[in-house]
């Protein structure tokens, strides 16, 4: 299984930006799928998750009313939205896959992973 993640790049503080990730096959469909991120220096942490049945979602506390994760089962694409963006949300943000249905915070609940897409934020 291979994800991808595209639609990063270079936007301005108050911003937004969507970011999409897509499967080689669909696995995803019966798995949670979540959206990490990683800064210079500093170590990958948790974005946001949703459940293989768009319910229930799981987000981290500083990007709550920010974010919002959705998913395409046509299409096997689950989304970010990210909105209001600061430039503490710059980094490489990496959608992964997770064992079971239900979306968690738990990186090591993730055994699949994408390449990664950089969100710079400019203030």
């Known amino acids: 299984v291979q994800l991808q993640a595209f639609g990063g790049g270079l936007v301005q503080a108050g911003g937004s930006l969507k970011l999409s990730c897509t499967a080689s096959?669909?696995?995803?469909?019966?798995?949670?799928v979540g959206w990490f991120r990683q800064a210079p220096g500093k170590e990958r942490g948790f974005v946001a998750a949703?459940?293989?049945?768009?319910?229930?979602?799981h987000y981290a506390d500083a990007v709550k009313g920010r974010f919002t994760i959705s998913r395409d089962v046509a299409t096997n694409t689950v989304y970010l939205q990210m909105n209001s963006l600061k430039p503490e949300d710059t980094a490489v943000y990496y959608c992964a896959a997770a064992r079971g249905s239900i979306a968690t915070s738990h990186y090591t609940m993730y055994n699949y992973w994408g390449q990664g897409t950089v969100v710079t934020v400019s203030s």
């Open positions: 096959r669909r696995t995803t469909s019966n798995n949670a």
């Open positions: 949703i459940s293989y049945r768009g319910a229930p979602t």
